[in-house]
């Protein structure tokens, strides 16, 4: 099946430092999407991506769809403290018989030191 | 209500006992997901209803987990003979459409705040 890998596991970073945070995917995906969970919260979403190559930008994050649609990343300019949680990302298998499976990576933890 | 809402926010239960959750999504999502998430792991894709429909259950580990969502609205997970490896939080969330349908983008999934299962 589908398996979604994301580097690193953890992050550790002084405020006002860059973070990027990968996510591979076995398969071709038909969309990712980035979701920010807070300790003890739950998932919220960021950002979906559906084009192969597509970057988009948040205020200071950047997100971008590889160009097979199986690779993403998420990159945090300048760092702060309201930043830390667990970063997710979940893609949709395009091979897949149904559109509304994603499956979610096992998450970076970002940590930011004051 | 404003979210997705989610009923009980903990529950714990001896092994072998049934336990159900309860998943109130936003007023007017077609779609809806059930996940288990563990300690330190993403979200596990159990299942999803286009509407009163369970359009991909292939997430469900075994046949103890079954799910439904009678008027399309509200949806309840139900678990036969628990057991501890059930242990997780259970995570519902729902969306306009199905994340990835054609011609509909933007599809983003609205967690709720999940229910906290622990079987003794």
């Known amino acids: 099946g589908q398996q979604v890998m994301q580097i690193p596991q953890y992050q550790h970073v002084q405020e006002g430092e860059d973070f990027t945070t990968y996510c591979n995917s076995s398969?071709?995906?038909?969309?990712i999407q980035w979701y920010k969970q807070r300790p003890g919260g739950h998932p919220v979403f960021l950002i979906q991506?559906?084009?192969?190559?597509e970057v988009k930008k948040q205020k200071r994050l950047t997100f971008q769809f590889g160009e097979a649609k199986k690779n993403s990343s998420l990159h945090i300019t300048a760092t702060q403290t309201t930043d830390v949680g667990t970063y997710f990302c979940?893609?949709?298998?395009?091979?897949?018989?149904?559109?509304?499976?994603?499956?979610f990576g096992q998450g970076t933890i970002l940590t930011v030191h004051p | 209500g404003a979210g997705v809402s989610q009923t009980p926010s903990n529950k714990v239960t001896e092994k072998g006992k049934y336990v159900e959750l309860r998943c109130d999504p936003i007023?007017?999502?077609?779609?809806l997901y059930w996940y288990r998430q563990s300690l330190g792991q993403g979200p596990e894709f159990l299942i999803y209803?286009?509407?009163?429909?369970?359009?991909?259950d292939s997430g469900l580990p075994n046949d103890r987990f079954f799910a439904v969502r009678p008027e399309g609205s509200v949806s309840t997970l139900k678990i036969q003979r628990t057991e501890r490896g059930d242990s997780a939080v259970y995570l519902c969330?729902?969306?306009?459409?199905?994340?990835?349908?054609?011609?509909?983008?933007?599809?983003?999934?609205?967690f709720g705040p999940g229910t906290r299962l622990t079987v003794l």
């Open positions: 969330a729902s969306s306009l459409y199905p994340a990835g349908a054609p011609g509909h983008y933007y599809n983003e999934q609205f």
């Open positions: 398969t071709t995906l038909s969309n």
């Open positions: 991506l559906v084009k192969s190559g």
């Open positions: 979940a893609g949709g298998d395009a091979g897949g018989t149904s559109y509304g499976k994603l499956t």
């Open positions: 007023s007017g999502h077609t779609a």
């Open positions: 209803f286009q509407g009163t429909g369970a359009a991909d």
